[in-house]
Each structure stands twice: as structure tokens, then as C-alpha cells.
């Protein structure tokens, strides 16, 4: 019915940059907020960045300066661009969004993640 499928992840040093992606895919009539999540083994799964139908966006006080989020609303698709990224960062990231399917149901949908990892 509806799909979110991340991509972008992988290993790098600490300082290199990433950019992850994840599209939606499916029975879809609107996107409203469209977020990245990340959980670390042996911890909470935590917001890292969200942004809203109208590109309003929202970030996690440690990651603020070094990632950005963006949407291409014609695509369905919410990006991360992470820079100068650090060990600490290492975590499987989750898509996340909020959305209206064709039959007006409403609810949130999550990908499967993509790991990230950061070397030091």
C-alpha cells in the first residue's frame, strides 16, 4: 500500500559527509511531515530532523550546523545531508512520515533504515 525505502547509508571517517535518501512510494495523496529518526545499539530510538509539507524543518540540538533535511514533494522524497559527521552519529536512520493515502486514511509510515556508520 504505501513504501518507504531509505538509501544513502554506509561507513566513513569521522568529518566525511553522508547523504541519505528515502522515497515514498504507493497510495499516496499528501505528505505532511516527513522525518529522520536514528537508534544506536543499546538506546532510544530519537528524532534527528523533521520538515513539514511547507518546508518548516526542526532538529535534533545535536545535530544542528552539521545536518539538513529536505523534501522534493513531487518525488515523495525527504533527504539528510549529514556533514563533518562524527562516531557518536553511528546509528541505523529510520524514514519516517505522515501522510494521507488515496482511501483518506491517515497515519505514519516507517522505512526498514539504513545504517550509518562513522569511524573514528
Known amino acids: 500500500q504505501v513504501q518507504l525505502v531509505e538509501s544513502g547509508g554506509g561507513l566513513v571517517q569521522a568529518g566525511e559527509s553522508l547523504r541519505l535518501s528515502c522515497a515514498a512510494s504507493?497510495?499516496?495523496?499528501?505528505?505532511?511531515?516527513m522525518d529522520w529518526y536514528r537508534q544506536a545499539p543499546g538506546n532510544q530510538r530519537e528524532l534527528v530532523a523533521s520538515i513539514t509539507i511547507g518546508g518548516n524543518t526542526n532538529y535534533a540540538d545535536s545535530v544542528k550546523g552539521r545536518f539538513t533535511i529536505s523534501r522534493d514533494n513531487a518525488k515523495n522524497t525527504v533527504y539528510l545531508q549529514m556533514n563533518s559527521l562524527k562516531p557518536e552519529d553511528t546509528a541505523v536512520y529510520y524514514c519516517h512520515a505522515d501522510l494521507l493515502t488515496t482511501t483518506l486514511r491517515r497515519g505514519v509510515w516507517w522505512g526498514l533504515g539504513t545504517q550509518v556508520t562513522v569511524s573514528s
Open positions: 504507493g497510495s499516496i495523496f499528501n505528505i505532511n511531515a
